[in-house]
DNA sequence: CCCAATAATGATAATCATTATCATATAAAC
DNA sequence: GTTTATATGATAATGATTATCATTATTGGG
């Protein structure tokens, strides 16, 4: 599996030595685009690659990914991080969270523009956002 | 200090005994009406009135107020619950968190509504939702 | 290529917030 | 007023995250 073209500039910006262990997480992160993982999930992932991997590499790994905005750190309400690899044309950073499958969908961004503007107006400078609806996802609310 | 009316309906229907330590802490709470507190914060306040409080007899009276919807519990980026008083009318789920003074704003309902319509038609039913705007507020903005 | 300097890693201890346990205290029921 | 149930406070246990530090890998200069 290879590291996207994108990633790869945003690492070499940042200085960022390319271990296997680094590779290894990036790898899961790449693969598992889309999803939220903990840091214990990437463990479990990238110790299929790299098995003596330790947790404290993960820890740092996903820290410093997330410094340099290759990945999205979060917080859902169960109370621990989550990381996701974070697409470099939008935040994307709204989400609908699923009550019975605890699927994860997105929303597009542009959907929050009206209401953004509307409290510029008011003279708030906008820096980022993060929004979260807990619903039944369409499959699971037709049963 | 007085416990409100609309709370004391509520404690009452759910058979809520009102002890002295739990009366401190709803009245920590409604003393600080819109603000985002911290167990340790609850704590530190409550010990004004009963000063052999708990910690844990704090994290048991925020978490039964949450589960009968006198407070409402959230997550902020910093990794810990905050509790509010949980206002009847509004979810008041919408807030403008100031990047450099760390106030915290509310954000009317209103302004989520044809976010949500557009969700609905796609057949999501929503439950609930969470919104976090990090900007500069109109104070800060200025300086 | 070899050695010194630097950075990264893994094991594990420390920390912080939260939850569980349990003996004691308080309140309710009879 | 004694028994029974419930609440409390101190503290131990837990789970996630961060810090520490000895060891290992990598790099650059000679």
Redesign the pocket.
Known sequence: MMLEQGIKERLEKA???L????KAVLEVMQNKRGEHL???EVLYEARQK?P????????????RLAAIEVLYKT?FDE????YELSDQAEHQHLHILCIACSRIFEVEEGLLDSLEKHLEKDGFEIVNHQLKIYAYCPECSRK
């Not at 271990?19 to 680094?22: D, G, N, S, V, Y």
């Not at 109370?79 to 989550?82: A, I, M, P, Q, S």
């Open positions: 200085e960022y030595k271990t296997q262990q680094r903990t840091a214990e790299v003596h991997l330790g947790i404290a590499t993960v820890y740092r790994t996903l820290e917080i109370g621990k991080y989550r």
